[in-house]
């Protein structure tokens, strides 16, 4: 969440980030939390005075009992017992304001960045690189028209998941229910080499490997912005007040909450392999077809804790990983730099990769790194003693997806297929152990 000391000092800067990010009540929202700091702050200095003249009076009464002078010592007794009430009384209006606080920070999201474009949603999203023509990064995706071209001839995904019995959605629907895909064979191959392709690649750029729980806490949701902002897009465990994780970010991400870092483990690079799941809620039509929806899916993910000084050059790097496995894969690809209004709740920044489908004749996001600044650790209390100063401060975190596999094994079996069967890109042939699917 966004800090007090960044409301207080730069509002007008935070109220046109909100307003940028298309956050409906902007000004009110951060007024309303300015007027109850201002109330907690007030409340904090009476009770300050309070608890500094009730230890000061406190001090005379045994002064007073010494000389004997006990009617003058009971007469302080009785207003240390009223100083001690009102300071409980204090105390709680001090609570109340500090749960209000919370409540009502929770509910703002991050502002971002400066270099973030304007703009409502996707169509206002730039495309700014693309292995498919040059770009300067001021094309609109919903000015941007130079797709690669769409061969009729090619058939989507899920029939050819059919042809050559590499996935039953049928079978998925009767076990579970539509969005939980079987993986046979060939196709399960495919999908494992994949998970160890984009491991093996994230250790080789410095990622620790960690193998987290698919099940979180409320606390761990609420640490890295999925709850209170999606609770209806988690799946939910009532009994035991449990989440199944909608992506590794969210328990990767927690293992730093309540954490004080040296900085000289800074920049910590984590990677994750997870199953991720998401109700999708109110998905509906072709976006749902195949793979290209999914309830139940497989994705690496990235995780990094950085100094603030240094955390868009992780990004960066993080940015280029992700663009080496898609040419590695030899898919189309292109990355564009999301605007304010199709921003997460969470991010400062945030640059989406998209594979193109042939046969579908459209982008599919496979990928979304962000930069959050200080808005997760706020919440996680993930902060770090710097060096020179021992000063504590807060980390920044990011993430991105390297890579989630539906959609990148839909453009592979669709941008691959030929006469003889769908060619494995040669990255992935030391992986499945063939080299066509036929």
């Known amino acids: 969440m966004l800090t007090l000391k960044l409301i207080n000092e730069e509002t007008e800067h935070v109220i046109s980030g909100l307003e940028k990010k298309q956050f409906k009540g902007a000004r009110e929202a951060i007024e309303e939390v300015l007027a109850v700091d201002k109330k907690r702050r007030e409340t904090q200095q009476q009770l300050d005075k309070n ?47 500090q749960e209000t606080l919370v409540k009502l920070l929770c509910q703002i ?62 079978l998925g629907v009767k076990i579970t229910g539509a969005g939980f895909p ?28 960690v193998m987290p729980p698919t099940v979180v ?39 730093y909450r309540d954490v004080i870092l040296d900085e000289s483990q800074l920049p910590i690079k984590n990677c994750a392999y997870t199953e991720c799941f998401r109700r999708e809620a109110g998905s509906y039509g072709k976006d749902v077809r195949g793979l290209n929806r999914l309830h139940e899916f497989s994705k690496i993910e990235l995780v ?68 959050f600044d200080t808005y997760q650790a706020n919440r996680l209390k993930c902060r770090y003693r710097r060096a020179d100063n021992k000063k504590i401060e807060l980390c920044h975190t990011l993430n991105g997806s390297a890579l989630a596999l539906p959609r990148i094994v839909a453009a592979i079996l669709e941008n691959n297929q030929t006469e003889k069967g769908i060619v494995i890109p040669k990255a992935l042939v030391p992986y499945t152990g063939f080299d066509i699917i036929d």
């Open 51 to 97: 608890l500094s003249e009730q230890k000061q009076q406190a001090g005379q009464i045994g002064k007073l009992m010494k000389e004997g002078k006990r009617e003058e010592a009971e007469a302080i007794k009785k207003e240390v017992a009223a100083m001690k009430e009102s300071s409980k009384q204090l105390e709680q209006q001090m609570g109340e304001a």
């Open 109 to 170: 999201p991050n502002i971002p960045y400066d270099e973030v474009p304007e703009g409502k949603g996707a169509e206002d999203n730039h495309v700014v690189k693309s292995n498919q023509k040059e770009c300067d990064g001021t094309d609109t995706v919903g000015t941007w028209t130079a797709n690669p071209k769409n061969d009729e001839a090619k058939v989507p995904h899920w029939e050819l998941a059919k042809k050559y019995n590499l996935i039953d959605f049928d």
């Open 182 to 209: 079987v993986y046979i064979g060939k196709g399960a191959r495919l999908q494992r080499a994949l998970i160890n392709f984009f491991l093996d690649e994230a250790h080789k750029s410095g990622y620790t490997e």
């Open 217 to 255: 806490n409320a606390a761990s949701g609420y640490g890295t912005g999925q709850l209170p902002d999606k609770e209806g897009q988690m799946y939910h465990c009532e009994v035991d007040d449990f989440y199944l994780i909608p992506t590794a970010e969210v328990p990767v991400t927690n293992i």
């Open 304 to 371: 990094r804790i950085d100094k603030p000084e240094h955390s868009k050059q992780s990004h960066k790097e993080m940015l280029d990983h992700v663009e080496g496995l898609l040419k590695k894969l030899e898919l189309p690809y292109r990355i564009l730099l999301l605007c304010g209004g199709d921003q997460s709740f969470t991010s400062s920044i945030c640059y989406d990769f998209e594979v193109y489908s042939e046969a579908q004749g459209r982008w599919l996001e496979v990928s979304s790194v962000s930069n």
